[in-house]
């Protein structure tokens, strides 16, 4: 399959923290990558530099086109979806409202994003919520709004952060059965995630973050065949063996992040309107 996106070399820094240290990585059209670490991997960061909200301070992150032409991701943002942890709904809107605006942004008209909506709501069992206000939504509801809303555009590749944290087994599952389906259509995934046993169940790869590095990148087999051992649990343990870095600081919010912060959520003069703030 061919390159989607490429990072050479990408390390990046706050102050003298080493946030992302060195990572060099391929992502092929039509891959299932699940990331996969512990808190203070760089999972997150190693996530906001792949889809532009970060620039690197080192290195050089690429998006190829289907022409074979290489350009800087944050150019082509739109040809990202992401999914993070916060998913920043507007609570006035109804969840349909909340996608279409997201939808206009990019330019696709309502017909368009409706059918796109509609059937991909229809997978999570969704579809009769859409025109609910999403105020007093559950945890469940307000992550497939907004699984809804990063691909209502049609992206070429789906960030997911965290996609199942906090929420209850049926909605868990209904995210992976989505994510299962994107693969068997040939889209392709990140999905970070904290539980190597979750990144299994949907991932074809697994990139293994410890300390901001990448200790391993393959199938589950070369996992285990790398460190001989017979689960991915105890290939996990041998390849992070060494202490976790713990006086990671939080990671200051740059201009970058506050445009795309402020993309996502409202702003701050209707901070009681947002279930994030």
Partial sequence: MSVLLSSKG???????????DGVDLTLSR??????????GAGKTTMLRLLCGLYRPSEGSISFHTEEGLQRPVHELRSKLGVVPEST???????????????????????????TRTLRFAKALDFAEDLHRHTRGFSRGMRQKTALLRALVHGPEILLLDEPTGGLDVTSARMVREL???????????????????????????????????????????????????????????????????????????????????????????????????
């Fill in 10 to 20: 990408v390390e990046k820094r706050f102050s003298d923290i080493v946030a992302v």
């Fill in 30 to 39: 039509g891959d299932i990558v699940g990331l996969v670490g512990g808190n």
């Fill in 88 to 114: 920043g709904l507007y609570h006035r809107l109804t969840a349909w409202e909340n996608i279409r605006y997201h939808s206009r942004l990019h330019g696709i008209e309502d017909d368009v994003a409706w």
């Fill in 179 to 277: 994510v299962r389906q994107l693969r068997a259509e040939g889209g392709t995934v990140i999905y970070s995630t904290h539980h190597l046993a979750e990144a299994q169940l949907v991932c074809d790869r697994i990139i293994i973050m410890h300390n901001g590095q990448i200790r391993i990148d393959g199938t589950p087999d070369e996992l285990m065949d790398s460190t001989q051992t017979e689960s991915l649990e105890e290939a996990y343990v041998a390849l992070t063996s060494d202490v976790a870095r713990t006086d990671a600081k939080d990671e200051p919010e740059s201009k970058l992040s506050k445009m795309w912060r402020s993309f996502l959520t409202p702003s701050s003069r209707n901070r009681e309107v947002s279930e994030d703030e």
